[in-house]
């Protein structure tokens, strides 16, 4: 079965970091660009960055450029999303999803991330 | 940047009746990339259409996208129960400087 597992969040406090993970299964991981695809609560999906299929491409939204960092792990068919510098604002579901032609054909079940003191 | 702005924001429907929403772009957008995704509350969103008019592995053909440029619409012919949810639209499109992947804001589809 194709499957993608989000882990990782929960409660920072503004400044602080946090490393999202997303395990991959049922599917040849390095085939395919990942991407991190975030929802703030009673809010719309906002795209967040995506990662192409070697690793060796990233794309962000400008907003989180410079404190965001999407890698991967073929090896251990992982997807990862460093983030930094975390605000109020950065408060949301996190998901993952596998990318094909342009749209988001599966997703992960999503991990909550809170940036609160 | 592309826009998308869908409409209308929410839908009141019974089941049974014809469902139709609307996905507009501020700038012509591909039908390649063109995508809709359903969202049910408390889970991830789920792709139904894909290449503005082919539906995703195991959607039912009640569901239909068409149009072209920067108007598409999402057809649901004959709701059902579990039909009621949330719905966006997303494109993609290589732009300088802009981000490549853009959502709508949503329509929510209520039960009348």
């Known amino acids: 079965e194709v499957q993608l597992v989000d882990s990782g969040g929960g409660l920072v406090q503004p400044g602080g970091s946090l490393r999202l993970s997303c395990s991959a299964s049922?599917?040849?991981?390095?085939?395919?660009?990942m991407t991190w695809v975030r929802q703030a609560p009673g809010t719309g999906l906002e795209w967040v960055a995506t990662i192409n299929g070697d690793g060796s491409d990233t794309f962000y939204v400008n907003s989180m450029k410079g404190r965001f960092t999407i890698s991967r792990d073929n090896a251990k068919n992982s997807l990862y999303l460093q983030m930094n510098s975390l605000r109020a604002e950065d408060t949301a579901m996190y998901y993952c999803?596998?990318?094909?032609?342009?749209?988001?054909?599966?997703w992960g079940q999503g991990t909550m991330v809170t940036v609160s003191s | 940047e592309i826009v998308l702005t869908q409409s209308p924001g929410s839908l009141s429907l019974s089941p049974g009746e014809r469902a139709t929403l609307s996905c507009r772009a501020s700038?012509?957008?591909?039908?390649?990339?063109l995508a809709w995704y359903q969202q049910k509350p408390g889970q991830a969103p789920r792709l139904l259409i894909y290449g503005a008019s082919s539906r995703a592995t195991g959607i039912p053909d009640r569901f239909s996208g068409s149009g072209s440029g920067t108007d598409f619409t999402l057809t649901i012919s004959r709701l059902e129960p579990e039909d009621f949810a949330v719905y966006y639209c997303?494109?993609?499109?290589?732009?300088?400087?802009?981000?490549?992947?853009?959502f709508g804001q949503g329509t929510k589809l209520e039960i009348k």
């Open positions: 700038q012509s957008v591909s039908i390649s990339y």
């Open positions: 049922g599917f040849i991981f390095s085939n395919y660009w």
């Open positions: 999803a596998r990318e094909y032609w342009g749209t988001f054909d599966i």
């Open positions: 997303q494109q993609y499109g290589q732009q300088s400087g802009n981000p490549p992947y853009t």
